[in-house]
């Protein structure tokens, strides 16, 4: 599977003025993930049932939050993610909360095995952490 340049996240700009793009297809469907998981419904107006329900689990105790987290992913990559093959999702916790989840997926006719670890923190358009939630 080709994978073209895509917008790099976080947005920025190159000395041109442009925006600069990736075409490394590990940070591309990385990225993807991370969106597409992150992303609440009704978020993107032009596309309000684009994400998932993932950010819903961050203020709840860690047996809730993996069935939430679980169930949400699944559904990603059911609905947004179809190229990529989930594998497993593995949990990271502290004070019987998820501190962050670890995506595990295949992608590509040889089935090429990544992984993106997703914090649960507030984050800010730009990606960098605000506040971290216990």
Partial sequence: METPAAISLPFSFNSNGSLTVS????????????????????ERVMRPNYGSGAKGAVFENADTAKSVINEAVSKAFSVWLSPLKLTDIKYKYENNQVDSFEVFYTYG?????????INTAILSRAAE???EVR
């Fill in 23 to 42: 075409t490394d297809p590990k940070k591309i469907w990385q990225d993807r993930v991370t969106i597409a998981v992150m992303t609440y419904f009704g």
């Fill in 109 to 117: 006719g040889g089935g090429i095995a990544e992984s993106v670890t």
């Fill in 129 to 131: 952490q605000v506040l």
